[in-house]
């Protein structure tokens, strides 16, 4: 049905933003025959192959086609923005049969709006329609925690652990998942380390860690209401108000419509 092209700061972060797509579309769709067909969708990197394109693959890829891309971002542009300026002006090469969708996931990592992830699709083309922006605040671990239950007595103790110790640091670990920090050296709020301990996980979270999609799976309701200032709601909206937009032959947009 369509391909989704998508680029992310790291594995968790692709894994994370590609699972919550096709919920958000198959509970929340409008439109009943995107419901009906999530489980024909396409995940592939920016070159076409399965999968996605991590940020450290991205230099490699640009000037691997430097000679024909021209990717001059303008000045002001920092951080994720540019990101996904260079991003977008790559994807503008891509050639797909069916429509793609380009999906951005990146931590905001305490990043002001100016230079977020959104800037740079503005900047790079405004009339981009077809780009869904998964920004995490702080980080992807947060998401995960916005959908965390303790599955059992030792897990409610950690939980209790977490929640003492980020108190007076005007912290916790479920209801205020946004004021977690990323990379802050010995940070009792790190996303990370919180979400590594919390869920018993010997080392960083990974997204296809069965504990991790138990919390990825929790009601769409509860990770709205848990991370409304995380940016997943959001992410949630964006993805069914354009998956649905290519839907109206009006507005079906092609790749390079980017």
């Given at each position: 049905m369509f391909t989704i092209v998508t680029c992310a700061e790291d594995e968790l972060a692709a894994r994370v933003a590609q699972h919550l797509f096709r919920r958000a579309l198959e509970e929340n769709s409008t439109v009943d025959h995107v419901r009906d067909n999530v489980d024909t969708l396409q995940f592939v990197d920016l070159e076409g192959n399965p999968g996605w394109t991590l940020?450290?693959?991205?230099?490699p890829i640009l000037?691997?086609?430097g000679r024909r891309i021209g990717v001059h971002p303008p000045r002001g542009l920092g951080g994720?923005?540019?990101?996904?300026?260079?991003?977008i002006r790559f994807a503008r090469t891509l050639r797909h049969e069916a429509i793609t969708i380009l999906v951005l996931a990146y931590d905001r990592d305490g990043r002001d709006a100016e230079h977020g992830l959104r800037a740079g699709v503005r900047a790079a083309s405004p009339q981009a329609d077809n780009v869904v922006v998964a920004e995490a605040q702080p980080e992807f671990d947060a998401w995960v925690v916005c959908g965390f239950e303790p599955a059992n007595r030792l897990e409610h103790e950690r939980l209790q652990t977490w929640i003492a110790q980020l108190?007076?640091?005007?912290?916790?670990p479920v209801t205020s998942p946004e004021r977690l920090t990323s990379n802050v050296p010995g940070d009792a709020r790190?996303?990370?380390?919180?979400?590594?301990?919390?869920l018993g996980l010997e080392g960083q979270a990974k997204g296809n860690e069965?504990?991790?999609?138990?919390?990825?799976?929790?009601p769409l309701?509860?990770?709205?209401?848990r991370g409304a200032l995380t940016g997943l709601p959001s992410f949630l909206d964006e993805v069914c108000r354009v998956v649905d937009a290519t839907q109206l032959p009006q507005m079906k947009l092609t790749a390079s419509d980017v």
């Open positions: 940020n450290r693959d991205l230099e000037e691997r086609h994720n923005a540019l990101r996904a300026y260079r991003v108190q007076p640091l005007g912290a916790n790190d996303a990370k380390s919180l979400v590594q301990g919390l069965p504990r991790v999609l138990d919390c990825l799976d929790r309701s509860e990770l709205r209401q």
